[in-house]
């Protein structure tokens, strides 16, 4: 999708795509419902769950656990069940499933972006195939692992939309011709939103936008690129410190992007450039320090040979 004005075939054809893969993966992960079909694999008429996880979110979502109880997974198990006027317990059963689907449709969307709109009828497909990620989200299985799909696919191609007419090599687009502060803005929000609902959502955004700050540096246009990085670091903001960062970076994305003489010149580019580095080691540092450690003296221990710690994914 290099240009955004897409014609009513183009648009019907993406819609179609994301309905298909969506539809696909929810009927090859009810396919197998016939091996659930055992009296003991129910109790009282109620299909038992594959995971422990799923039980967690289960009591939040009816209230008998207050560690789980405000977290996304069983708030959204609890309204659906207010709305189906069905049991969280089967919900969670079937949800697995269509959550799981769900986080294919941005991969369609990449599919497009990246010029390949027949691939986007079966990429999508594969990549919810994928054994580390189809066997976590089955019939049964609901947990967090579809957030960790869906969200980094989306906020990338979000990124990828925005950042592209930016780079030298993109003529056909001019910085004002894709996103304006309408694109920032969906990103900041998917961040915000996306973060709770799985631990690492934050640190892939944070290794995505340092790679998107490293492509403004070096293939930046020069007269936007002062522009840019100020606008990552506004999208910055929400994955160090959610909806508070979120206010403050559309704040910052709606100020970059009156784009005022002075963000053109090159010492702003450098400066911003610095400080967008200096945040994203910094919130991974505050946030993430814990978790990298852990994982780096469990690499360290398969190489030396002193045993490898479980890293908790």
């Known amino acids: 999708m290099a240009d955004d004005r897409l014609t009513r075939r183009q648009a019907w054809m993406i819609a179609a795509a994301c309905l298909a893969v969506f539809l696909l993966s929810v009927g090859l992960r009810i396919a197998e419902y016939r091996r659930w079909e055992r009296p003991e694999l129910a109790v009282q008429g109620e299909q038992l769950l594959a995971t422990n996880d799923a039980y967690f979110w289960v009591a939040g979502a009816e209230r008998s656990n207050s560690i789980a109880q405000p977290m996304p997974m069983a708030v959204l198990l609890r309204l659906a069940s207010r709305i ?76 990828a939309r925005w950042i592209r007419p930016r780079l030298r090599g993109d003529e056909e687009n001019s910085p004002r011709s894709k996103g304006g502060l309408t694109l920032p803005a969906l990103i900041i929000l998917a961040i915000a939103f996306g973060r709770p609902w799985h631990p690492f959502i934050g640190l892939f955004t944070l290794a995505v936008l340092g ?45 970059s992007g009156r784009r005022p003489v002075i963000l053109q010149r090159p010492w702003v580019v450098r400066i911003s450039a610095a400080t967008l580095i200096l945040l994203l080691a910094a919130i991974v540092g505050l946030q993430f320090q814990e978790y990298l450690l852990e994982a780096a003296r469990a690499y360290l221990g398969r190489f030396t040979g002193g045993g490898a710690a479980d890293l908790n994914l």
């Open 211 to 255: 790679l998107a700050g490293v492509l403004v540096v070096f293939k930046g246009r020069p007269e936007a690129s002062g522009t840019a990085l100020l606008t990552l670091l506004a999208i910055a903001l929400p994955a160090g410190w959610g909806w508070i960062g979120a206010a403050a970076g559309l704040l910052l994305a709606w100020w």
């Open 84 to 159: 189906l006027s069905a049991p969280p317990a089967e919900l969670s059963f079937w949800g697995a499933a269509v959550l799981a689907a769900l986080a294919v449709v941005p991969a369609a969307l990449w599919c497009f972006e990246l010029g390949a709109p027949y691939a986007a009828f079966l990429a999508p497909v594969l990549i919810g195939l994928a054994p580390a990620f189809y066997n976590r989200t089955r019939l049964g299985f609901y947990d967090s692992d579809w957030a960790a799909l869906f969200f980094p696919l989306l906020t990338s191609w979000l990124l």
